[in-house]
């Protein structure tokens, strides 16, 4: 499974108070689920993005499905694949 970090942005009007923002958390975590996504970590960011998650993914083809699952929690997230700083040496020898 490959990394990824989200930084998502919630739509304003959709939740009224950090409770309901929290109450769906569950059910967006299944939603990740469902396209075999695992949220290892998530963090509420006080700045111009509002939420950070960091998730496991299978392909990108999943992780396109679960940020379009996001969007019909009002969460627009800007996903972007994540490589471990120990593995940076392997992706030089790549290149």
């Not at 950070?52 to 996903?79: C, H, W």
């Amino acid at each position: 499974m490959q990394t990824y970090a989200a930084i998502a942005t919630v739509e304003t009007g959709e939740f009224q108070n950090a409770q309901e923002l929290a109450s769906i958390w569950g059910d967006l975590r299944q939603d990740l689920e469902t396209q075999e996504c695992e949220l290892r970590d998530a963090y509420i960011l006080l700045g111009e993005s509002d939420v950070l998650m960091i998730f496991d993914g299978p392909d990108r083809q999943a992780v396109l499905e679960a940020s379009i699952a996001a969007q019909r929690y009002g969460i627009n997230m800007k996903t972007m694949e994540a490589i471990d700083v120990e593995d940076l040496g392997e992706v030089v020898e790549d290149v």
